[in-house]
């Protein structure tokens, strides 16, 4: 780390002027799509008007956080074949996505996927619950992009300690607030495209560099990486990190299914079905964002292995987190450090990776905002009376707010893997999310009292854990290192929360008195399956 942080330092000057000339070009950006956003329609779905390619990027955008490239590097590179273990469930995940929620979702809803869950059951439980939930798994993904950019940033610019961290975080909410605020779902959309593929070319060119330092032969960065690590063979089986005994076993299997089933329950992936003119559109996004993601995360096996080979095991550990990773290897390839090769790889690449945190954060504080003014204030608090204009302006203040909490947040959250926070909320949007939308969309007898049932149960039960887990207390990288009360012994609630979800819903549909409507439930099947009265 020390050496990264000097060979940045020799070349800041190159470093700040790529920074500014992406922040920069982003703003302009979002400027030009903020002057045509008139409505609340071009606000949260950008006017209906991208493309599936246009879309499917921006969804790839999206989901190709700095988690991703950052996060699942580095836990490649330090935990090897079960680091990689990220990739596959982040990919499998978007099987989950396109069979069970795509269409139906975009033929159903409007703006949030409260408007899914609204349509056959009471109006303000259900919102309140979804938007309450929405803004948490919002929150719980905004920590890992802005753990990411605490690390990443204060390390090239040369700003060393946790004060530097916090100011560097306090600058990339600011943004991120403004990418909302004047850009809306249009300027987002285009940041996030743009985001995409520069993300896929940097990742492209490393991956090249990486294969051409072993011949193109795949065996031999595997051997190089695995005899780097000092775990031998043993960092090409399964159970360097998940199998040592009976606990992190069953930490790996709710990490698995964590990550499959909570894509299609991400608030801002939701949202961007809504983006598009008719559900043909969202599926087609979805098949463009599956290739793009699926060749995204086949080349993290190479970034990952090849700077377990090339940037050493001793180099690696000097950030437990593994966050920087990529930018080790970045300056490798580059040269090395004190080179301008180097130098200038380095500042690409991570002028990359801050692309990609800025795009997701703005992204999920869409999301969330939307929710909060969609949901709570225009049908919870204002009871449907409240106009377009006041909708959009309880939005933009509800953007402040929610990255005001993100930035708070996210300081005291430095000393964790950006991947293994980005799986704590899928955790929380499966337990919360997933089952809800599921039973409305798919069960005749689902009820309000199941709706609310399921999404408390949920979210309450993932946060708790969470909060009794290792992840908050009881090890040196903990959020809180000092305290011990991680009676939890899993890193990731899944195993537990999620069926506690599913089964909440079933059991207060059964114990209400309730009847659900058939008629309004035979109209959502129809629409869903048809696009029939769609927006």
């Not at 950008?46 to 390619?53: A, L, S």
């Not at 983006?275 to 964002?289: D, F, H, I």
Request: positive net charge; charged residues 10%.
């Amino acid at each position: 780390m020390i050496q990264l942080a000097t060979s940045a330092g020799d070349h800041r000057t190159l470093i700040m002027s790529l920074f500014g000339v992406f922040v920069l070009a982003t703003l302009g950006i979002t400027l030009w799509a903020g002057r045509s956003t008139r409505d609340a329609s071009d606000f949260y779905a950008g006017g209906r008007g991208f493309t599936g390619f246009q879309n499917g990027l921006a969804i790839s955008g999206d989901y190709m956080s700095a988690a991703s490239f950052l996060g699942i590097t580095g836990a490649i590179a330090l935990s090897g074949y079960d680091g990689f273990l990220y990739s596959i469930g982040f990919l499998v995940a978007w099987l989950v996505a396109l069979l069970l929620v795509a269409e139906p979702l975009r033929n159903s809803g409007r703006y949030t996927m409260a408007d899914v869950l609204a349509f056959r059951m009471r109006q303000r439980p259900v919102r309140t619950a979804a938007g309450i939930s929405t803004i948490v798994v919002s929150i719980f993904y905004l920590l890992a992009q802005m753990v990411g950019a605490g690390s990443l940033v204060a390390l090239l610019l040369g700003a060393q300690g946790d004060a530097a961290k916090r100011w560097v975080i306090v600058a990339v909410g600011a943004l991120m607030v403004l990418y909302v605020v004047i850009g809306g779902m249009k300027g987002t959309t285009w940041v996030q495209i743009i985001k995409a593929v520069l993300l896929i070319l940097g990742a492209g060119l490393m991956t090249v560099l990486v294969l051409a330092k072993f011949h193109f032969n795949l065996s031999e960065l595997l051997g190089s990486a695995a005899k780097a690590s000092g775990s031998g063979d043993k960092f090409l089986q399964p159970g360097l990190k998940y199998g040592t005994n009976g606990t992190t076993k069953l930490n790996f299997l709710s990490l698995g299914i964590a990550l499959v089933l909570g894509t299609a329950a991400l608030p801002h992936i939701l949202v961007r079905f809504y983006t598009v003119p008719t559900a043909r559109t969202a599926r087609k996004s979805v098949l463009w964002s599956i290739g793009i993601i699926g060749v995204f995360y086949l080349m993290t096996l190479a970034l990952g292995f090849g700077a377990a080979a090339l940037v050493g095991r001793k180099a690696l550990a000097a950030d437990k987190s593994g966050n920087t990773a990529a930018p080790l290897l970045a300056e490798h390839l580059g040269g090395g450090a004190g080179t301008t090769g180097g130098a200038v790889l380095l500042a690409v690449i991570s002028a990359v990776a801050f692309a990609t945190i800025l795009a997701v954060v703005a992204g999920l504080t869409l999301a969330s905002s939307s929710s909060f003014a969609h949901d709570l204030y225009a049908n919870v608090i204002r009871r449907g009376k409240a106009t377009e204009k006041e909708e959009v302006a309880s939005a933009k203040f509800a953007a402040v707010a929610i990255g005001a909490v993100a930035i708070l947040l996210s300081i005291f959250a430095d000393k964790l893997n950006a991947a293994a926070l980005v799986a704590l909320a899928f955790a929380v949007a499966a337990s919360a999310n997933l089952p809800t939308l599921l039973y409305s969309l798919f069960w005749k007898r689902f009820n309000t009292t199941g709706a609310v049932a399921s999404t408390y149960a949920g979210l309450i039960t993932s946060v708790g854990l969470v909060v009794f887990s290792p992840v908050v207390s009881g090890n040196a990288k903990a959020l809180i290192p000092g305290s011990n009360f991680d009676w939890f012994p899993l890193e990731n609630p899944g195993l537990v929360s999620i069926p506690v979800g599913f089964l909440a819903g079933v059991i207060g549909t059964y114990l209400s008195k309730e009847k659900a409507d058939p008629a309004k439930y035979a109209e959502l099947e129809v629409r869903s399956l048809t696009g029939l009265g769609a927006h």
